[in-house]
């Protein structure tokens, strides 16, 4: 039971690279989320999924774009890589509903140089 | 914006201890969650309290939510070394069922 699986699991990129993120989950789970985890920021949520077609922008999107390619699967792409977007990215999911608690991949440590 | 803020930001103990951690939170809630995050690791789920609920029980967790005061604490009693991690608050805010994290409090329990 793999729960929620992110590739890759670091990654190096020069500035103006692009990249996805991958994210699957194995537990039939309506809502994925994309966070990006900071020293001294806790986490911060950058896109997220309700149900399999859709998508909306979270606290922090720009320099972001998503897919919600099924209901199993929520990519992350960085169009042109900035230093500033060098971070912890964390893939999350959930059933949809209040108090539903969020399931986590283990991350992608991404550093821009 | 973070809505729930954990206190204290670090806490460093001796294995067998308690360890207290609050949250503080600024609008109402539905719910509160903790979570843990072991170091390199993503976040696990400890524990849910709802807003009329005042105090819950897992295992060697305890979790206390006072609505009038905005405030939430979690309390690991027994503290192991396994302990050792972040502990992070979650809200969810003006009925959203997306949760806010706080910052977290980092807990180091000494063998």
């Known amino acids: 039971n793999a729960g929620v699986t992110q590739t890759p699991k670091f990654q190096v990129l020069k500035t103006g690279q692009s990249m996805t993120l991958q994210c699957a989950q194995d537990?039939?789970?309506?809502?994925m989320y994309w966070y990006r985890q900071d020293p001294g920021m806790g986490l911060r949520l950058i896109y997220y999924?309700?149900?399999?077609?859709?998508?909306d922008k979270g606290e922090v999107p720009n320099g972001y774009n998503v897919s919600r390619l099924n209901k199993r699967e929520f990519s992350l792409r960085l169009e042109s890589a900035a230093p500033s977007q060098t971070s912890v990215y964390f893939c999350?999911?959930?059933?949809?509903?209040?108090?539903?608690?969020?399931?986590f991949g283990d991350g992608t440590r991404l550093s821009i140089l | 914006s973070q809505q729930g803020e954990e206190d204290p930001q670090a806490l460093s103990i001796q294995e067998g201890e308690n360890a207290t951690m609050n949250c503080s939170y600024k609008t109402s809630i539905n719910n509160l969650q903790w979570y843990r995050q072991n170091s390199g690791r993503g976040l696990v789920h400890l524990i849910l309290i709802r807003s009329n609920e005042r105090e819950k029980h897992s295992g060697r967790l305890r979790v206390t939510l006072d609505t009038s005061k905005k405030s939430s604490s979690l309390l690991i009693t027994a503290s192991r070394a396994a302990d050792t991690a972040s502990y992070f608050c979650a809200t969810d805010v003006g009925g959203s069922y997306i949760p806010t994290f706080g910052r977290g409090t980092s807990l180091i329990v000494h063998p």
């Open positions: 999350a999911s959930s059933e949809r509903g209040l108090g539903q608690p969020q399931h």
């Open positions: 537990m039939n789970h309506n809502s």
């Open positions: 999924s309700a149900s399999e077609g859709t998508t």
